[in-house]
């Protein structure tokens, strides 16, 4: 004010995070035929109300952790900021909605994370399972504490984290029905090359290679009557014509791996019984008799 010296806030608004000092020079003249004068120097320091919202640095986020990954690992930091002075921010999970490879939503899910409240790093809280869920999504809220302004307290938006899950070949092949511990199968003899004489079945519930099957067979005996058809699949097909009178039993193993790595695999012993059918004529032991 010109006449009485009161210095006021101008026609803006006075914003703290903006500019937090000001100075001034004022001086006054007086009204003397010849005007004298003086000047002061005002220095005003803004100080600050905790009027800002918290901000996320990084407020979507991708990760990939293996299904491994154990309780307390750090999957990743959600920090945010906060640009008024002295803040005291703490973090939450508010959601986390859990999908498996169809985008199906798998239930029961909300305990597999927390957050440090203090620091915004989010980690694993109970242990994962790939086959089971694929993704995370999950939704993170940073409130602060020291806010004079009830509606600017807490962040708009939130952190959207989203975590894949990557695969682990935790899981061995089993063979079908779970729980056997031998194959056996009556063949007839006279079978021939490339007739079917057993199909076995193994599933693995890994994903990708970790859950793709090849079969092999070993330890046969005799050898040379049996083989695969086709190694990722689980016919086995006679591979010479079988015949009683030179063999009663063919005994092997087959065995059902991964191609993961490290590889798994497991074993069940095959048993296949010949019989006999009635395919050859008497013959006398000599050709003349007296």
Request: aromatic share 6%; charged share 20%; with cysteine.
């Amino acid at each position: 004010d010109s006449s009485t010296g009161v210095i006021r806030v101008a026609n803006v608004t006075v914003d703290r995070e903006e500019k937090d000092a000001y100075r001034l020079i004022v001086v006054a003249t007086d009204h003397g035929t010849t005007p004298l004068s003086g000047s002061a120097t005002v220095n005003i320091l803004i100080d600050d109300v905790n009027d800002c919202s918290p901000e996320f640095v990084n407020p979507i986020q991708t990760v990939s952790i293996l299904e491994s990954a154990g309780v307390g690992t750090i999957v990743a930091e959600v920090t945010a900021i906060d640009r008024d002075l002295n803040p005291r921010l703490e973090y939450y999970i508010i959601e986390i909605v859990a999908t498996d490879d169809t985008n199906v939503i798998v239930p029961n899910q909300q305990g597999t994370f927390s957050v440090d409240f203090k620091t915004g790093a989010v980690m694993v809280k109970s242990p994962l399972n790939r086959e089971l869920v694929a993704t995370y999504d999950i939704t993170v809220s940073v409130y602060d504490n020291a806010s004079e302004v009830v509606d600017r307290s807490v962040s708009v938006p939130n952190a959207k984290l989203t975590v894949n899950i990557l695969d682990v070949n935790d899981n061995t092949p089993r063979f079908r029905p779970f729980g056997v511990t031998v194959f056996s199968q009556r063949i007839i003899e006279g079978a021939t090359p490339g007739t079917t004489l057993l199909s076995v079945s193994a599933v693995d519930p890994d994903k990708g290679p970790n859950g793709q099957i090849t079969y092999s067979l070993y330890n046969l005996v005799p050898a040379g009557y049996v083989q695969l058809e086709d190694n990722t699949a689980g016919k086995i097909i006679a591979n010479r014509t079988v015949d009683y009178e030179q063999v009663q039993w063919v005994n092997f193993t087959v065995r059902a791996s991964d191609n993961g790595s490290p590889q798994r695999s497991s074993d069940v012993p095959v048993r296949l019984e010949i019989v006999d059918i009635n395919d050859n004529n008497p013959i006398f032991s000599q050709t003349l008799y007296q």
